[in-house]
Nanobody
């Protein structure tokens, strides 16, 4: 009965911003490791941002540092990804993922996560 649902994707020009949302139902997310991954056509799924639990440090892929910000809203049981200064290279389907009790060394590993959303498409035109 755990469900993750992403929203907020769209088609935007280079330099614009988007805010992705991921709602988490069936559990309270504050004790879960949460992460964003993305996958572009012809590319492997890659880690974007994540943290182990509410209040912990957030880690980012080098390619998005300074442009993307992940946050949690415990009251809404949701996690967000604010994406600024978007580039065509950011075009991908974005997924949120969750795992209870994840160790820090596994934070960037997609195979470590139990729960996944269906994703939301982000397309950045040049």
């Amino acid at each position: 009965q755990v469900q993750l649902v992403e929203s907020g994707g769209g088609l935007v020009p280079t330099g614009d911003s988007l805010r992705l949302s991921c709602t988490f139902s069936g559990r309270t997310l504050n004790t879960y490791a949460m992460a964003w991954f993305r996958q572009a056509p012809g590319k492997e799924r890659e880690f974007v941002a994540g943290n182990r639990r509410s209040g912990d440090n957030t880690y980012y892929a080098d390619s998005v540092k300074g442009r993307f910000t992940m946050s949690r809203d415990n009251g809404e049981n949701a996690v967000y990804l604010q994406m600024n200064s978007l580039k065509p290279e950011d075009t991908a389907r974005y997924y949120c993922a969750a795992k209870r009790g994840l160790i820090l060394s596994a934070l960037r590993s997609s195979s470590a996560y139990d729960y996944w959303g269906r994703g939301t498409q982000v397309t950045v035109s040049s």
